[in-house]
Protein backbone atom coordinates (compact mmCIF):
# COMPACT_ATOMS: atom_id res chain seq x y z
CA UNK A 1 0.00 0.00 0.00
CA UNK A 2 3.02 2.22 1.05
CA UNK A 3 4.29 1.47 -2.70
CA UNK A 4 1.28 2.40 -4.76
CA UNK A 5 0.52 5.78 -2.73
CA UNK A 6 4.63 6.66 -3.21
CA UNK A 7 3.91 5.93 -7.19
CA UNK A 8 0.49 8.12 -6.86
CA UNK A 9 2.60 10.98 -5.82
CA UNK A 10 5.40 10.52 -7.82
CA UNK A 11 2.71 10.46 -10.83
CA UNK A 12 1.42 14.05 -9.94
CA UNK A 13 4.50 15.41 -9.58
CA UNK A 14 5.35 14.20 -12.99
CA UNK A 15 2.12 15.65 -14.81
CA UNK A 16 2.88 18.91 -12.16
CA UNK A 17 6.45 19.17 -14.07
CA UNK A 18 4.77 18.95 -17.42
CA UNK A 19 2.28 21.60 -17.01
CA UNK A 20 5.01 23.96 -15.16
CA UNK A 21 6.95 23.38 -18.75
CA UNK A 22 4.37 23.74 -20.90
CA UNK A 23 3.41 27.08 -19.47
CA UNK A 24 7.26 28.28 -19.76
CA UNK A 25 7.27 27.04 -23.16
CA UNK A 26 4.26 28.88 -24.02
CA UNK A 27 5.83 32.06 -22.72
CA UNK A 28 9.27 31.45 -24.21
CA UNK A 29 6.85 31.49 -27.79
CA UNK A 30 5.16 34.59 -26.74
CA UNK A 31 8.17 35.96 -26.28
CA UNK A 32 10.10 34.80 -29.48
CA UNK A 33 6.84 36.28 -31.33
CA UNK A 34 7.03 39.49 -30.46
CA UNK A 35 10.73 39.61 -31.14
CA UNK A 36 9.94 38.59 -34.63
CA UNK A 37 7.37 41.42 -34.72
CA UNK A 38 10.26 43.70 -33.58
CA UNK A 39 12.24 42.44 -36.46
CA UNK A 40 9.61 42.58 -39.23
CA UNK A 41 9.32 46.38 -38.08
CA UNK A 42 12.77 46.81 -38.20
CA UNK A 43 12.71 45.48 -42.16
CA UNK A 44 14.82 42.43 -41.08
CA UNK A 45 14.37 39.93 -43.95
CA UNK A 46 12.67 36.96 -43.20
CA UNK A 47 12.16 37.46 -39.86
CA UNK A 48 8.84 35.80 -39.45
CA UNK A 49 10.99 32.56 -39.81
CA UNK A 50 13.88 33.02 -38.30
CA UNK A 51 14.85 30.48 -35.88
CA UNK A 52 15.06 31.03 -31.69
CA UNK A 53 18.89 31.98 -31.47
CA UNK A 54 18.82 34.18 -34.77
CA UNK A 55 15.70 35.98 -33.19
CA UNK A 56 17.84 36.50 -29.97
CA UNK A 57 20.94 37.59 -32.08
CA UNK A 58 19.33 39.95 -34.39
CA UNK A 59 17.48 41.56 -31.61
CA UNK A 60 21.11 42.10 -29.57
CA UNK A 61 23.20 42.86 -32.22
CA UNK A 62 21.71 45.24 -35.10
CA UNK A 63 24.46 44.42 -37.26
CA UNK A 64 23.87 40.77 -37.66
CA UNK A 65 22.31 39.44 -40.70
CA UNK A 66 20.39 36.52 -40.89
CA UNK A 67 21.54 34.02 -43.41
CA UNK A 68 18.74 32.49 -45.86
CA UNK A 69 16.63 29.95 -44.55
CA UNK A 70 17.23 26.20 -45.85
CA UNK A 71 15.24 24.52 -47.79
CA UNK A 72 12.55 22.51 -46.40
CA UNK A 73 12.13 19.62 -48.41
CA UNK A 74 8.72 18.52 -49.64
CA UNK A 75 7.35 14.97 -48.23
CA UNK A 76 8.01 13.82 -51.82
CA UNK A 77 11.69 14.86 -51.55
CA UNK A 78 12.07 13.91 -47.87
CA UNK A 79 10.97 9.98 -49.00
CA UNK A 80 13.26 9.29 -51.95
CA UNK A 81 15.89 9.61 -49.26
CA UNK A 82 14.85 6.03 -48.11
CA UNK A 83 15.59 3.35 -50.55
CA UNK A 84 14.16 1.04 -48.37
CA UNK A 85 12.15 1.20 -45.03
CA UNK A 86 13.64 1.40 -41.98
CA UNK A 87 13.02 0.73 -38.42
CA UNK A 88 13.30 2.43 -34.94
CA UNK A 89 12.59 0.59 -31.89
CA UNK A 90 10.74 2.00 -28.79
CA UNK A 91 8.53 0.14 -25.84
CA UNK A 92 5.29 -0.53 -27.01
CA UNK A 93 2.52 1.86 -24.60
CA UNK A 94 -0.84 2.07 -26.90
CA UNK A 95 -2.00 -1.27 -28.95
CA UNK A 96 -3.05 -0.92 -32.11
CA UNK A 97 -1.53 0.12 -35.82
CA UNK A 98 -1.44 3.34 -37.12
CA UNK A 99 0.06 4.64 -40.58
CA UNK A 100 0.00 8.30 -41.92
CA UNK A 101 2.91 11.18 -42.45
CA UNK A 102 4.94 12.50 -39.62
CA UNK A 103 4.30 15.69 -38.21
CA UNK A 104 7.23 16.35 -35.80
CA UNK A 105 5.84 18.99 -33.17
CA UNK A 106 8.85 21.06 -31.55
CA UNK A 107 7.18 23.60 -29.97
CA UNK A 108 3.81 25.42 -29.42
CA UNK A 109 3.74 27.29 -32.76
CA UNK A 110 3.71 23.35 -34.31
CA UNK A 111 0.56 22.30 -32.80
CA UNK A 112 -1.47 24.98 -35.44
CA UNK A 113 0.00 22.94 -38.36
CA UNK A 114 -1.43 19.22 -37.02
CA UNK A 115 -3.44 17.35 -39.74
CA UNK A 116 -6.03 14.56 -39.22
CA UNK A 117 -4.84 11.38 -39.80
CA UNK A 118 -1.07 12.43 -39.53
CA UNK A 119 1.38 10.72 -37.01
CA UNK A 120 2.25 12.86 -33.86
CA UNK A 121 6.15 12.94 -33.63
CA UNK A 122 7.15 14.37 -29.93
CA UNK A 123 10.17 14.35 -26.99
CA UNK A 124 6.71 14.16 -24.80
CA UNK A 125 3.24 14.95 -24.83
CA UNK A 126 1.98 17.57 -22.34
CA UNK A 127 -1.26 18.57 -21.07
CA UNK A 128 -1.20 21.43 -23.67
CA UNK A 129 -0.89 19.18 -26.61
CA UNK A 130 -3.60 16.63 -25.30
CA UNK A 131 -6.21 18.14 -28.06
CA UNK A 132 -4.70 17.09 -31.11
CA UNK A 133 -4.13 13.51 -29.85
CA UNK A 134 -7.54 12.05 -30.83
CA UNK A 135 -6.89 13.58 -34.02
CA UNK A 136 -3.79 11.62 -34.92
CA UNK A 137 -3.00 8.34 -36.40
CA UNK A 138 -0.31 7.20 -33.95
CA UNK A 139 2.07 8.76 -31.71
CA UNK A 140 5.87 8.55 -30.83
CA UNK A 141 7.07 10.18 -28.15
CA UNK A 142 11.27 9.94 -27.37
CA UNK A 143 10.58 10.00 -23.40
CA UNK A 144 9.62 6.45 -22.33
CA UNK A 145 7.08 4.73 -20.41
CA UNK A 146 3.85 3.31 -19.79
CA UNK A 147 1.98 5.14 -17.47
CA UNK A 148 3.12 9.01 -18.93
CA UNK A 149 0.61 11.50 -20.13
CA UNK A 150 0.43 10.62 -24.48
CA UNK A 151 0.65 7.00 -23.73
CA UNK A 152 -2.35 7.25 -21.32
CA UNK A 153 -4.18 9.53 -23.33
CA UNK A 154 -3.36 7.42 -26.83
CA UNK A 155 -4.81 3.96 -25.22
CA UNK A 156 -8.17 6.37 -24.19
CA UNK A 157 -8.44 6.95 -27.70
CA UNK A 158 -7.79 3.42 -28.78
CA UNK A 159 -4.17 5.00 -30.87
CA UNK A 160 -1.07 2.93 -31.32
CA UNK A 161 1.64 4.66 -29.39
CA UNK A 162 5.45 4.69 -28.93
CA UNK A 163 6.83 5.49 -26.39
CA UNK A 164 10.63 5.82 -25.69
CA UNK A 165 12.61 6.13 -29.08
CA UNK A 166 15.58 7.48 -28.98
CA UNK A 167 16.45 11.02 -30.69
CA UNK A 168 12.56 10.34 -32.39
CA UNK A 169 12.03 14.26 -33.72
CA UNK A 170 15.74 14.15 -35.07
CA UNK A 171 15.57 10.49 -36.92
CA UNK A 172 11.84 11.47 -38.30
CA UNK A 173 10.94 14.29 -40.67
CA UNK A 174 7.62 15.91 -40.86
CA UNK A 175 6.33 14.68 -43.80
CA UNK A 176 7.64 11.07 -43.56
CA UNK A 177 5.52 8.09 -44.35
CA UNK A 178 5.13 6.72 -41.00
CA UNK A 179 3.71 2.90 -40.03
CA UNK A 180 3.55 2.45 -35.64
CA UNK A 181 3.06 -0.71 -34.48
CA UNK A 182 1.71 -0.28 -30.84
CA UNK A 183 2.22 -3.89 -30.16
CA UNK A 184 5.86 -4.24 -30.65
CA UNK A 185 6.71 -1.01 -30.53
CA UNK A 186 8.33 -0.74 -33.71
CA UNK A 187 8.33 2.45 -35.84
CA UNK A 188 8.64 2.08 -39.40
CA UNK A 189 10.20 5.01 -41.67
CA UNK A 190 9.66 5.12 -45.58
CA UNK A 191 7.29 3.42 -47.63
CA UNK A 192 6.47 -0.38 -47.05
CA UNK A 193 6.18 -3.61 -50.63
CA UNK A 194 2.73 -4.98 -50.74
CA UNK A 195 3.79 -7.82 -49.98
CA UNK A 196 4.84 -6.32 -46.21
CA UNK A 197 1.69 -4.85 -45.81
CA UNK A 198 -0.70 -7.88 -46.09
CA UNK A 199 1.32 -9.43 -44.11
CA UNK A 200 1.26 -6.92 -41.22
CA UNK A 201 -2.98 -6.80 -41.77
CA UNK A 202 -2.87 -10.26 -41.09
CA UNK A 203 -1.08 -9.89 -38.10
CA UNK A 204 -3.00 -6.54 -36.72
CA UNK A 205 -6.15 -8.51 -37.65
CA UNK A 206 -5.30 -11.56 -35.37
CA UNK A 207 -3.72 -9.73 -32.86
CA UNK A 208 -6.89 -7.44 -32.64
CA UNK A 209 -9.27 -10.75 -32.22
CA UNK A 210 -7.03 -12.23 -29.62
CA UNK A 211 -7.22 -8.92 -27.32
CA UNK A 212 -10.88 -8.79 -27.50
CA UNK A 213 -11.20 -12.54 -26.69
CA UNK A 214 -8.58 -12.15 -23.55
CA UNK A 215 -8.50 -7.96 -22.31
CA UNK A 216 -5.62 -6.77 -20.77
CA UNK A 217 -5.45 -7.85 -17.17
CA UNK A 218 -7.22 -11.26 -18.11
CA UNK A 219 -6.35 -14.76 -18.31
CA UNK A 220 -7.85 -16.61 -21.57
CA UNK A 221 -10.05 -19.86 -20.54
Known amino acids: E ?3 DLARASYRLRDDDNIVLGRIEEQFFRALQ ?3 RRLQERHVQ ?7 SEVIRSLVDRSYK ?10 SEQQNRYMK ?6 QPAGPGIGRGRARVIESAGDLALFKKGEVLVCD ?9 VPLAAGVIERR ?3 LIHGAIIAREYGIACVTGVPDAATLIHTGDELTVDGYLGIVTVGRKDSASLCKERDYENHTSDCTAKNPPGQEGG
Open 66 to 75: PGPKKHEKTP
Open 46 to 52: GAADLGD
Open 124 to 132: AVDPNMTFV
Open 144 to 146: GGM
Open 2 to 4: GLL
Open 85 to 90: ARQLLG
Open 34 to 36: EGR
